[in-house]
């Protein structure tokens, strides 16, 4: 049985995958990490990674950059995997999880969805396969709340795309004014609204005709669902950095 501990347990995706560990035969949630603790949780919850006791096989991290130093000092003080869901890391986090896979197993990827990241692949080869002959445009939508634009998931896709193209596309988010014919690049376009879980189109745009490939998210459940699976997988891994590419090479 995989021993988590969940960081950042109080919040709504930490609860997620607190439920779902509940009725799961192979992982098992252990403790929780945050400032906030949950009614009637059935596991404890510290506010600090120093008051942890609990043996910890692997970490999921649903809560913010901030506390990304303690957590990571905590994973190589024990060493146990981390798998990393929170996003808007600085240059700065993004070197400090570079440094820590020298030590520890690090999974860290934009979305924890196995559907988008099967996308991802999927536009990739679509990208290959069609070149340049078709203009690719992509759609992000997402509730209200959200305060990044494009989404980290926008951009994963478009990464994808570029690979086909050696990086030489450019990025361009949404178009205003007399933009001219279009030129090298990529488009992305953010929609916000309502309570809109996430979505994603990717539209290959040829001569007559138009191909698209889209996820759809119903529930948060199913990023919590791929942060078990990674956990699932990343723990007992040796040090490095691994994301849902290699989850993918098992299916």
């Known amino acids: 049985m995989i021993n988590v501990l969940i960081c950042g347990i109080g919040g709504k995706m930490g609860q997620n995958v607190l439920s779902l560990l509940l009725n799961d035969r192979e992982a098992q949630a252990v403790c929780g990490v945050d400032v906030v603790c949950p009614q009637n949780c059935p596991v404890p919850v510290y506010d600090s990674f120093e008051k942890v006791s609990e043996k910890v096989d692997v970490i999921i991290d649903f809560s913010t950059p901030k506390i990304l130093p303690e957590l990571l000092a905590f994973a190589k003080k024990v060493n146990c995997a981390a798998v990393l869901a929170t996003t808007g890391y600085t240059p700065e986090d993004l070197q400090l999880i570079e440094n820590a896979s020298q030590e520890i197993a ?16 999927l536009v990739r080869e679509a990208a290959a396969f069609l ?3 078709f203009d690719v445009e992509i759609v992000e939508k997402h509730h ?3 305060v990044d634009a494009p989404s980290g998931t926008a951009l994963m896709l478009a990464d994808g795309v570029n690979q086909a193209f050696d990086g030489k596309k450019e990025y361009l988010n949404g178009r205003e004014g007399i933009v001219g014919k279009r030129k090298n690049e990529i488009g992305l376009h953010a929609v916000r609204g309502g309570t809109i879980v996430g979505e994603h189109d990717v539209l290959f745009c040829g001569e007559d005709e138009e191909i698209t490939l889209s996820h759809r998210a119903a529930s948060k459940k199913v990023f919590a669902a791929g942060s078990i699976r990674a956990a699932k997988f990343v723990a007992g891994m040796p040090a490095g950095k691994y994301d849902m590419s290699d989850v993918l090479k098992g299916l």
Do not use: I
């Open 131 to 133: 070149g340049e002959d």
């Open 144 to 146: 209200r709340l959200k």
């Open 106 to 121: 690090v999974f860290k990827t934009a979305n924890f969805s196995v559907g988008v990241n099967l996308l991802v692949k």
